[in-house]
């Protein structure tokens, strides 16, 4: 079987046409399914991985994104990049009465993940289509 892969604007634009119609998605497994019967309308081989689709979904202007996660272990810092778009991760902190402050954690800048010194680990993501400013 032949795969195409599609260019990430014709993926946002089926991206785009499956959240409007659909409002709501509370899988990445189901809205990749989903975006690929739309992208197939287009070209039959078209197919997106779905660390390409997360990745995608997350930043997207016209989804909120929900994250689900699970508690990993506490670490003393983590280090790298965001787990669910790969962008990087800052710091979060929190100014102590000695005048310095503590890290409580990170957030992503470019998606919704956060997490705290407990590694929250992402298991289960909902869309939902958000009206674009
Ligand atoms: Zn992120």
């Known amino acids: 079987m032949a795969y195409s892969i599609p260019s990430d604007k014709e993926v946002e634009k089926a991206l785009r046409y499956v959240m409007r119609r659909v409002k709501g998605v509370d899988s990445l497994r189901k ?25 995608l979904a ?46 409580l954690g990170y957030k992503c800048k470019e998606c919704p993940y956060w997490t705290t010194l407990k590694r929250r680990i992402p298991v289960r993501y909902y869309f939902e289509h958000k009206l674009e400013e």
Do not use: M, W
Not at 42 to 48: E, L, R
Not at 65 to 93: F, M
């Open 58 to 103: 997350v930043t997207a202007p016209f989804i909120k994104v929900e994250i689900y996660a699970r508690k990993g272990k506490k670490k003393k810092s983590l280090k790298g990049k965001c787990p669910v778009c790969g962008n990087k991760l800052e710091k979060t902190r929190n100014e102590t009465i000695f005048g310095g402050s503590v890290t």
């Open 31 to 55: 809205l990749r399914k989903l975006v690929i019967r739309e992208l197939q309308n287009n070209d039959p081989d078209y197919t997106v991985g779905i660390d390409r689709l997360r990745k």
